[in-house]
């Protein structure tokens, strides 16, 4: 019981959970990404434009991790009167793919400057792409915006609901465990039972004072 009361103590002290939490939002955005063939596509032809699109989501992924598209932009929210570090924008962008799909996730702490943020990614990407990636952009390469997913309210976690009642019950089995060791371990001799259970004959016996 005490590990018990130690440990919720010390989750209540370090968390806090009565305090409230900053509010968060999210975004996505999902964008179509490809190579457009110089003529129409058939056969061989097509299979390795397909291929191509495929590399190049997977480039784009990376370009959108980067800080020059951080910086990119930044710089487009700053003319718009909004600043946001691209160091913040790093960190609250998470790009990932689905077959030619580009998504983009964004969290962020308000919910307009979130939706300007939002706006922004999708314009670098849709204007701006083959100057990060000229090489490839530069062979009809293309980003459109298919989907912009609206603004939503993050609430508190799964692992932050149970953070609590699962350290509680980690410490009561450490705890319970830990009882029986120390029992197993104790070699002490309390009554003529233990002494019976060795082996040893017992003579006499001083009864305990009531």
């Known amino acids: ?12 002290v370090t968390q806090r959970p009565w305090q409230p939490r900053p509010a968060a939002y999210t975004t996505s955005l999902s964008f179509s990404v490809g190579v457009q ?21 997977d480039d784009l992924a990376e370009v959108v991790r980067g800080s020059e598209f951080a910086a990119a932009v930044s710089q487009r929210l700053q003319g718009q009167g ?30 307009a400057e979130l939706d300007a943020i939002a706006a922004a990614v999708a314009a670098t990407l849709e204007e701006q792409a083959a100057e990060f990636m000229p090489r490839l952009f530069a062979q009809n390469g293309a980003a459109y915006l298919v989907n912009r997913g609206g603004v939503a309210a993050i609430g508190p976690g799964l692992r932050e609901r149970l953070e609590l009642p699962l350290r509680l019950l980690i410490a009561l089995v450490a705890g319970i465990a830990l009882a029986f060791l120390a029992d197993y371990l104790d070699d002490r001799v309390r009554g003529r039972e233990d002494l019976e259970q060795m ?11 009531r």
Do not use: D
């Open 1 to 12: 019981m005490l590990t018990v009361l130690l440990t919720a103590a010390l989750t209540l």
């Open 37 to 57: 063939p110089q003529s129409p596509a058939s056969g061989e032809e097509a299979y390795y434009t397909a291929l191509a699109s495929e590399y190049l989501i």
């Open 82 to 111: 909004i600043t946001v570090p691209p160091g913040a924008l790093q960190g609250v962008t998470q790009p990932g793919k689905l077959h030619r799909i580009l998504n983009v996730g964004i969290t962020w702490g308000n919910p």
């Open 199 to 209: 082996g040893l004959r017992v003579m006499g016996e001083i009864p305990r004072e």
